[in-house]
């Protein structure tokens, strides 16, 4: 369509000729209304900007019990599936520095553990009385929960579970 015609038809529905493409060949234009136009190439920008990942952070210890290191390792997967980095922190405390090599083990066995889920960024690395590691999520199609969230003890059954022994004992 000539340019004259296209002008044409827009004014005639009260709309604008916007073009859409200037690069190709030939250039592309759309007949649209130019402010709602606008708004649309405004909201698709946001929602690119809108993907930044936030740093999640859990903590552990030298002598962490088998329980709490699943609880944390589950909450750490769910933190890598909604697409955030995580930054595992193994603590030393008082004479726990002269163990350095059972943090080492614990850091390799969540580093291992998450795998699935996460590449390593950040290997990790002793700061002061801590070891730090960074875990960046993979792409969500190659992601992989290893601990899946029916073992994951929630608020509401527990509770039910106590409103059933109360039952019992009645």
Same mark, same amino acid.
Request: charged share 40%; with cysteine; glycine share 6%.
């Given at each position: 369509?000539k340019?004259?015609?296209? +002008?044409?038809?827009?004014q005639g529905?009260?709309?604008d +000729?916007?073009?859409?493409?200037?690069?190709?060949?030939p250039?592309?234009?759309r007949?649209v209304?130019?402010?709602k136009? %606008?708004y649309?190439v405004?909201?698709?920008?946001?929602?690119?900007?809108?993907?930044?990942?936030?740093?999640?952070?859990?903590?552990? %210890?030298v002598n962490?019990?088998?329980?709490d290191y699943?609880?944390?390792?589950?909450?750490?997967?769910?933190?890598?599936?909604?697409?955030n980095?995580?930054k595992v922190q193994?603590?030393? %405390?008082? %004479?726990? *520095?002269?163990?350095?090599d +059972?943090?080492?083990?614990?850091?390799?066995?969540?580093?291992?553990?998450?795998?699935?889920?996460?590449?390593?960024?950040m290997e990790p690395?002793?700061?002061?009385?801590?070891i730090n *590691?960074?875990l960046?999520? +993979?792409?969500?199609?190659?992601?992989?929960?290893?601990f899946s969230?029916?073992?994951?003890?929630?608020?509401?059954?527990?509770?039910?579970?106590?409103?059933?022994?109360?039952?019992?004992?009645?």
């Amino acid at each position: 369509m000539k340019l004259q015609d296209a +002008l044409r038809k827009a004014q005639g529905l009260g709309l604008d +000729l916007v073009e859409v493409a200037p690069n190709a060949n030939p250039p592309v234009c759309r007949i649209v209304d130019f402010g709602k136009f %606008r708004y649309e190439v405004a909201k698709q920008e946001k929602e690119k900007k809108g993907n930044t990942s936030k740093l999640k952070e859990i903590k552990f %210890r030298v002598n962490i019990d088998e329980h709490d290191y699943m609880t944390k390792i589950r909450r750490g997967e769910q933190f890598l599936d909604k697409g955030n980095k995580l930054k595992v922190q193994l603590q030393f %405390r008082g %004479r726990e *520095m002269a163990h350095k090599d +059972l943090g080492d083990a614990v850091m390799r066995r969540v580093k291992a553990d998450l795998s699935t889920m996460a590449a390593v960024e950040m290997e990790p690395k002793q700061i002061g009385k801590s070891i730090n *590691m960074t875990l960046s999520p +993979l792409p969500a199609a190659k992601r992989k929960r290893k601990f899946s969230l029916a073992e994951n003890d929630t608020d509401e059954d527990e509770h039910d579970e106590e409103a059933e022994h109360d039952e019992d004992e009645d």
